[in-house]
């Protein structure tokens, strides 16, 4: 056999592949993997001078690349893995998801008809039924309806439904597994299993989503990778085998309490944390046919094969402890993001575009006070700009000084720390469909309110108390002065009501023109006569 695998540098993929070499010396394995985040080839550094092994980098998207791999290596069978399968990567990232589990099935289908492939081998999962009553004893079968939940596991039915359109409409051979969730060696430090180990290592909390009731059926990766091989070689053609572990009864918390008494730890190193959307209650397969028909069954025990898992993960920290810093930032990432959407509701947006008032959340105690200014992840929810801030500033105003309108090249946050003061902006924007709009506020040292002002607003504060005001202004580009507009301070189309009548004004803002004279195009002219 000369063996095609998809994602062969990613979990089941990798077991898969030492598996086959292990188990069928003569055949010959072409790993294909695009190595995106979840494919890492150190996970097959001992087969790598294996001469039966190559691997190629390639993605399944890519139509050109697959038929010459599938003509250049005489490939006469494929087992398809190559999926994106993170379900929370899911929610966040949906359409790479539609990608590579549908439309690169798809090529790989296209591909497979065409180069007349013995057979072509679909490795899906049992998310695609959706999820069973938690109190309930049902359990899914190969005739239960698909009901997918998250994108991902919608994704993977659509999948499966494209397999056996190939078979009914084309005649291919092929044959589907749907498994219940993996673990053993080689599994990133993104999921579940191996997130909680590794973070027991490091003496931190394994985090549980929810109240950790929910129930996964654990499959170890090596007696899936035995029913793979089966199905491959025995399976009928056209069939699906659902793959179980018998494990319908551990939930997620009892997984957890298992591994704190290998790491002799106690209950405080669980730390619950808020639900994903969506997520399935309970997954529980029926895997009777693929033990009647082929004679398939696990063959440890999940708590056996856990401290394996575990053991293993404590001999090779070599392999995990780089992928752990990378998949944990995904996690901040997503822990950041929550934060910026709670974070949103102090950003109000005005009638100018691009203008937004930041109430910043004051937190006081005897100490004194603290003060989230912004978040800027939180902006760029809002507004769609990226504020990459690159100079920080500082300015002091006396008593009765108007610093005149002034529209800058760049992006500016502004807030007052000390003091009283009247801003006044406009949108001189000409493109802007509300060109000539102004806005004004009144700051004080209570109301704790912050100015994110778009590239092209001109901006103007007047100090209107009895003391100077002190306050700060980022911007996203290095100050030159190069990029600047003014404009009239008093400009009667205007009419701005500044609250000083003799302000003191800069002497290269005297004399700054009106907005019809710098737009003249903007304004009707004004009637001879």
């Not at 299993?193 to 929810?210: E, F, Q, S």
């Not at 691009?354 to 937190?363: A, W």
């Not at 005897?366 to 978040?375: A, D, K, L």
Request: net charge positive.
């Amino acid at each position: 056999m000369r063996l095609l695998v998809t994602g062969g540098a990613g979990f089941i993929g990798s077991n898969f592949i030492r598996y086959i070499l292990g188990s069928h010396p003569d055949y010959f394995v072409v790993n294909y993997d695009n190595l995106t985040y979840a494919g890492h080839l150190t996970s097959l550094s001992d087969v790598e001078l294996n001469p039966n092994y190559k691997f190629v980098k390639g993605d399944i998207c890519d139509r050109k690349r697959v038929e010459e791999v599938l003509k250049k290596n005489g490939i006469t069978h494929m087992v398809h893995f190559a999926a994106e399968s993170h379900v929370d990567r899911s929610i966040t990232n949906p359409e790479s998801f539609i990608l590579t589990n549908v439309l690169g099935t798809q090529t790989l289908l296209d591909a497979a008809l065409k180069n007349k492939i013995v057979r072509f081998h679909h490795v899906s999962t049992d998310e695609v039924f959706g999820e069973l009553p938690l109190a309930s004893k049902l359990k899914f079968t190969e005739k239960t309806s698909y009901e997918p939940k998250s994108p991902y596991s919608a994704s993977k039915a659509a999948s499966d439904h494209l397999v056996r359109a190939y078979h009914k409409t084309y005649g291919m051979d092929v044959t589907i597994t749907n498994a219940s969730n993996n673990f053993g060696p080689f599994s990133d430090t993104e999921k579940f299993i191996p997130r909680a180990i590794t973070n027991l290592m490091d003496g931190k909390k394994v985090p549980i989503y929810g109240d950790g009731k929910y129930v996964r059926d654990w499959l170890n990766v090596a007696d899936h990778c035995r029913a793979i091989d089966l199905v491959l070689h025995q399976g009928k053609s056209g069939e699906t085998y659902l793959v179980g572990g018998g494990n319908d009864k551990i939930s997620n918390l009892d997984v957890a309490e298992m591994l704190l008494k290998f790491f002799g730890r106690d209950k405080s190193f669980i730390e619950f944390v808020k639900d994903r959307p969506g997520h399935d209650r309970r997954y529980a397969i029926d895997y009777g046919k693929i033990k009647k028909d082929l004679g398939w069954e696990p063959l440890k025990s999940f708590e056996s094969r856990l401290y394996e898992t575990v053991k293993w993960y404590k001999e090779n920290e070599s392999w995990w402890r780089p992928i752990k810093e990378e998949s944990e930032k995904f996690y901040r990432e997503a822990e950041e993001n929550k934060q910026a959407e709670n974070f949103t509701g102090f950003i109000k947006e005005t009638s100018i575009p691009g203008l937004l008032v930041i109430e910043m959340p004051t937190y006081e105690d005897e100490r004194g006070f603290f003060r989230e200014n912004v978040r800027l992840n939180s902006l760029e929810k809002v507004n769609n700009v990226k504020f990459s801030v690159k100079q920080w500033n500082h300015a002091s105003s006396k008593p009765g000084v108007i610093r005149a309108l002034h529209a800058e090249g760049w992006n500016k946050l502004v807030y007052p720390a000390t003091g009283k003061m009247f801003a006044a902006l406009v949108d001189i924007r000409p493109e802007s469909p509300m060109f000539g709009k102004v806005e004004t506020f009144e700051f004080d040292e209570k109301t704790h309110k912050a100015l994110f002002i778009p590239k092209g607003v001109a901006n103007s504060i007047c100090v209107t108390g009895g003391k100077n005001v002190e306050y700060f202004y980022l911007v996203d580009a290095y100050y030159d002065g190069k990029d600047t507009k003014a404009i009239a301070w008093n400009d009667p189309d205007l009419a701005i009501p500044w609250p000083v009548k003799k302000p003191i004004i800069s002497k290269r803002d005297k004399n700054n023109p009106r907005l019809r004279d710098m737009f003249p195009g903007k304004f009707t002219p004004t009637p001879k006569g």
